[in-house]
């Protein structure tokens, strides 16, 4: 078992940042990879953004360039820095810890953190 522990997350304004932490209880090397995902009032948690341990990442679309991954494996830490924040952007993000199996999509496990909030308004 592993547990995740996010932080980082508070009220902003349109084009501001934040940099969202995800501190694990144990190694995230030994899982094939990270993700941080997010979840808006009445809608569906959704993938955004992926890390390897090798380093490789991913992201949705409505966050290319906006967002990026990344991971301190000595500090058994995920980051995700968060640049030209929108309204839309606004919901709880969450940490995973799972990976790739033979596909090419991420597949979460059961380790989920208790999420942080990102408020995007003026």
């Known amino acids: 078992q592993v547990q995740l522990v996010e932080s980082g997350g508070g009220l902003v304004q349109p084009g501001g940042s934040l940099r969202l932490s995800c501190v694990a209880s144990r190694s995230i090397f030994r899982f094939n990879a990270m993700g941080w995902y997010r979840q808006a009032p009445g809608k569906q948690r959704e993938l955004v953004a992926t890390?390897?341990?090798?380093?490789?990442?991913n992201y949705a679309d409505s966050v290319k360039g906006r967002f990026t991954i990344s991971r301190d494996n000595a500090k058994n830490t995920v980051y995700l820095q968060i640049n030209s924040l929108k309204p839309e952007d606004t919901a709880v993000h969450y940490c995973n810890a799972g990976g790739f199996g033979s596909s090419t999509y991420y597949s979460p496990s059961n380790y989920w953190g208790q999420g942080t909030q990102v408020t995007v308004s003026s």
């Open positions: 890390i390897t341990n090798g380093g490789s990442t």
